[in-house]
């Protein structure tokens, strides 16, 4: 398993920016991937960004060409890189990390876009 920790979230303006960060307590180039969830109460939960092994992206597509995920594997660090955000993009965003088959999560960060 290993530990995550999200930062970053808060309360934007519609158009603004944010930046995410997940903090993994190993290194992330082991991984089998990491990425990005987030949910609204009485929702399931839904993947946002993820990132794989060898550095393949995938996006949902309600955010792609707004939102860019990357890592640092020298600070074992994700990224979620949020531009042009929109009141629909409101939610909790959950990092998780995928290592030998088990999934791991973060706490969540609360996102807030404001009309």
């Known amino acids: 398993q290993v530990q995550l920790v999200e930062s970053g979230g808060g309360l934007v303006q519609a158009g603004g920016s944010l930046r995410l960060s997940c903090a993994a307590s190993?290194?992330?180039?082991?991984?089998?991937?990491m990425g990005w969830h987030r949910q609204v109460p009485g929702k399931q939960r839904e993947l946002v960004a993820r990132i794989i092994g060898g550095g393949s992206t995938n996006y949902a597509d309600s955010v792609k060409g707004r939102f860019t995920i990357s890592r640092d594997n020298s600070k074992n660090t994700v990224y979620l890189q949020m531009n042009s955000l929109k009141p629909e993009d409101s939610a909790v965003y959950y990092c998780?990390?995928?290592?030998?088959?088990?999934?791991?999560w973060g706490q969540g960060t609360q996102v807030t876009v404001s009309s």
């Open positions: 190993r290194s992330i180039f082991v991984l089998n991937g």
């Open positions: 998780y990390a995928d290592v030998d088959g088990i999934r791991s």
